[in-house]
């Protein structure tokens, strides 16, 4: 058995199964869970469509670099989306298509980690844990970097000691982030770029919730903008990971693709050949479509700015909260014991929310996520609404 297992971490959903079981909620009351990051609204039937067509291309194996189609929709999608130069992004080079963000971050980890070099993967502070678990299962240590309110609830990388940094070969950053809903400028992505020049590593980052934001007038921007508007030209040593999950409500799709520097990309393909990771085909006609249409992320977009809109008003005048900069999560001040909290409304209200303190580890200015929850404005409109409104009863008839 690989001795690396036994340094993985409970998962965040299954410490919350643990804290709620035996917790008896009100059976009046239907159960609203927002908890887990998981899209609700209705896929777009022309992408249903594709997929139903794509039942033909079932005959054949499908080549892990994916068909020149998914590829080419792709990279004009970034092209289009963050306004990079028409023809800089190759599809033959410089994307990929993986089976969703989560294991292509994993296995991304698992392709450029030299475990033989004392390797760090930093990750910020709270997180979405498949960081974490791919750097100690590729025998790499974290190292977190705390993102809290003093920092814009980005990660400090000025706090990082250069010592750390020498030895560090990914670093992963999240924008717009989990759980947080910072967006990272593009200062802030220049800077990481500058580091990993400096110490020679890797700047791998998760923008799946990147078409998730409240100002049409003002959309997250990317690594790979950043590092061409710096003179970065082929990408060097960037990688960004996108996801139809979010931008189109299909996560059982599990559909994304990673993009960026070429020889990187390279060495990934290679990896990911062996590891078995190629999409089904009907699955990438269907994504293809999926990245050449806009106007349906642009009505998933309002959805969750309506959400926000709903939502703020009945929790504001209770508790410490904040509309996010983008994704679709609420980081909400719990002023306590956020199991506490939890347990206590899921008891009271049939609510589900995720501590923060599960999402975070902790260091030595303490685990900067507790004292929070993560509240996921994912179910629909009306179930937001009910579920806010519960949130201000439960605590108004709480004890001072």
Not at 50 to 73: D, F, H, I, K, N
Not at 105 to 117: G, I, R, Y
Not at 252 to 278: E, H, I, K, M, N
């Amino acid at each position: 058995m690989n001795p690396r297992l036994g340094s993985l971490h409970t998962y965040p959903f299954e410490k919350l199964s643990r804290l709620l079981a035996g917790a008896a909620a009100p059976a009046h009351l239907p159960p609203i869970p927002l908890s887990i990051g998981e899209p609700q609204h209705e896929p777009p039937a022309f992408v249903l469509e594709a997929l139903r067509q794509g039942v033909t291309r079932l005959g054949a194996y499908p080549l892990t670099a994916g068909t020149l189609e998914l590829r080419s929709s792709a990279a004009r999608w970034l092209e289009r989306r963050f306004t990079l130069r028409a023809g800089s992004v190759d599809p033959a080079t410089m994307v990929l298509p993986v089976n969703g963000t989560r294991e292509a971050l994993f296995s991304l980890v698992q392709t450029v980690v030299d475990p033989s070099d004392s390797p760090v993967v930093i990750t910020p502070n709270p997180f979405y844990q498949i960081y974490e678990g791919a750097a100690l299962l590729s025998g790499a240590t974290p190292f977190y970097v705390n993102a809290t309110a003093a920092t814009g609830f980005a990660p400090d990388l000025e706090s990082i000691p250069a010592a750390v940094l020498d030895r560090t070969q990914v670093l992963f950053l999240c924008s717009p982030g989990n759980p947080t809903g910072a967006v990272l400028r593009p200062g802030y992505l220049a800077r990481a770029l500058d580091l990993a020049e400096r110490h020679d590593f890797i700047v791998a980052a998760d923008e799946c919730y990147a078409e998730i934001y409240p100002d049409e007038a003002h959309p997250p921007p990317s690594l790979l903008e950043v590092a061409q508007a710096t003179g970065r030209d082929s990408f060097q040593r960037c990688i960004v990971f996108h996801s139809l999950s979010k931008r189109s409500s299909v996560p059982g799709l599990r559909s994304g693709f990673v993009a960026g520097d070429p020889q990187l990309l390279r060495q990934f393909l290679l990896y990911r050949t062996y590891q078995g990771g190629a999409m089904s085909p009907m699955v990438q006609a269907a994504s293809a479509v999926a990245w050449d249409d806009d106007a349906h992320v642009r009505v998933n977009r309002a959805l969750y700015r309506e959400k926000f809109a709903r939502v703020l008003p009945i929790l504001s005048p209770v508790l410490n909260v904040r509309a996010p900069e983008g994704a679709f999560y609420l980081w909400v001040d719990v002023a306590g014991d956020d199991e506490r909290f939890t347990r206590e409304l899921y008891r009271a209200q049939n609510v589900t929310v995720l501590p923060g303190s599960y999402l975070g580890r902790t260091t030595a200015a303490g685990n900067p996520g507790a004292g929070h929850v993560r509240v996921s404005l994912t179910a629909t409109v009306a179930d937001c609404v009910a579920a806010a409104t519960r949130i201000r009863d439960f605590l108004e008839s709480r004890p001072a």
